[in-house]
């Protein structure tokens, strides 16, 4: 008993039907033209040694998207991300140490209304950004966004994702994110003279007020402490040569006697001795 002629065909349809329904999500999934990108706002550290900041994905899924839905980022190394698969339920979404066996996860779930089409930067002062490896200490939650563990280079893609944890809509993946490293300190170069012309100018500057106020400090100690040095000059009727004090006058002798006696014949003194026999 032999098998009817169209039965390989039957079963060649029946792998195609089982194709289409593996493929059936995949198929169904819309892509976004959306292409996330570093946040273009002038903030300082968009792009750490461990952390990168995004743009929001603002309006982006407002098409394909229900209140209840939740949009994912999804995290690979950029050698990685071809292989990514998206997941179909919510036990599937990879966590943060599959980043290390797999090389990619997902994390930063956010509902839409996080997500308003609105400028929250107008009277808040806020800037939507999405910081990537944000979290320190955070590695014991399910969807951990902890630091990147290297430079990488990374890329990333938004996706939206129903309640059950079936993905809607995608984005595209970035270009390629490559962290910061920080240098040995034997490799940087500490010689002056392949430095920029305005530093050199800064720091001449810096020197030349440097040593005004170092002079401008000794020249206010000198006037500070110059009595403690130099004592102050005498009065005028107390310098030698100056003097003005009384004469003196004897009682007993006539001024005209007195100014023309002999050395030793004044009153009072013996006489000096003779030499003569």
Request: a negative charge; one cysteine or more.
């Amino acid at each position: 008993m032999g098998l009817p002629q169209g039965h390989p065909h039957l079963g060649l349809q029946v792998l195609l039907l089982t194709a289409l329904n593996c493929l059936r999500p995949s198929l169904s999934l819309e892509l976004v033209p959306y292409m996330p990108q570093i946040t273009a706002w002038d903030l300082e550290g968009k792009v750490t040694a461990t952390t990168f900041s995004l743009e929001q994905p603002r309006c982006v899924f407002d098409e394909h998207a229900s209140t209840s839905d939740t949009v994912w980022l999804v995290v690979a190394f950029s050698n990685a991300s071809r292989g990514f698969q998206n997941p179909e339920t919510l036990a599937n979404i990879p966590a943060f140490p599959r980043l290390l066996t797999d090389g990619h996860y997902m994390t930063l779930p956010l509902s839409l209304d996080r997500l308003p089409c609105d400028d929250l930067t107008v009277g808040s002062g806020g800037v939507p950004v999405l910081r990537v490896g944000h979290d320190h200490g955070c590695h014991q939650q399910p969807f951990c966004n902890p630091p990147l563990p290297g430079p990488g280079p990374y890329r990333v893609k938004f996706l939206l994702m129903d309640t059950r944890g079936s993905p809607k809509a995608e984005t595209k993946w970035s270009d390629p994110i490559t962290l910061h490293q920080g240098k040995a300190p034997g490799s940087i170069d500490t010689w002056p003279g392949r430095r920029s012309g305005g530093m050199i100018v800064v720091t001449s500057v810096l020197s030349s007020l440097t040593g005004l106020l170092l002079l401008a400090f000794l020249a206010a100690s000198t006037a500070r402490f110059s009595s403690l040095w130099w004592p102050q000059e005498a009065p005028e009727q107390l310098r030698i040569g100056s003097f003005m004090g009384k004469r003196y006058m004897t009682h007993h002798i006539p001024p005209s006697e007195a100014a023309t006696l002999p050395v030793g014949c004044e009153p009072g003194l013996d006489p000096l001795p003779s030499l003569s026999p």
